[in-house]
């Protein structure tokens, strides 16, 4: 059974920082794209990044601030978020994708504020 699970998400100040991880388990980890997306309130689901062998993608408006990295030791996803704005505010979804068939996490609340 596949199960993800996203984990650090919170409160922060603008301008702040916050670590999301996702533990992926149930799938051959590095077989899988993964990728962080996102949902503002009133807004369309949105692709963050994604990471696929060595190559990595992000939004243009997440660019210079957000890194996304994976431990594929433990299964692990990571999505370094620097320099947050009021408007990175969002649930964030941790997802796996091969051939089509995708996976997803339950998500977790990123809230930025003062």
């Known amino acids: 059974q596949v199960h993800l699970k996203e984990s650090g998400g919170g409160l922060v100040q603008p301008g702040g920082s916050l670590r999301l991880s996702c533990a992926a388990s149930g799938i051959i980890f590095t077989s899988y794209t993964m990728s962080w997306y996102r949902r503002a309130p009133g807004k369309q689901r949105e692709l963050v990044a994604s990471v696929s062998g060595a190559t990595e993608n992000y939004v243009d408006s997440v660019k210079g601030r957000f890194t996304i990295d994976r431990d594929n030791a433990n299964s692990i996803l990571y999505l370094q978020m620097n320099s947050l704005k009021p408007e990175d505010t969002a649930v964030y979804y941790c997802?796996?994708?091969?051939?089509?068939?995708?996976?997803w996490g339950q998500g977790t609340q990123v809230t930025v504020s003062s």
């Open positions: 997802n796996a994708e091969l051939h089509g068939y995708n996976y």
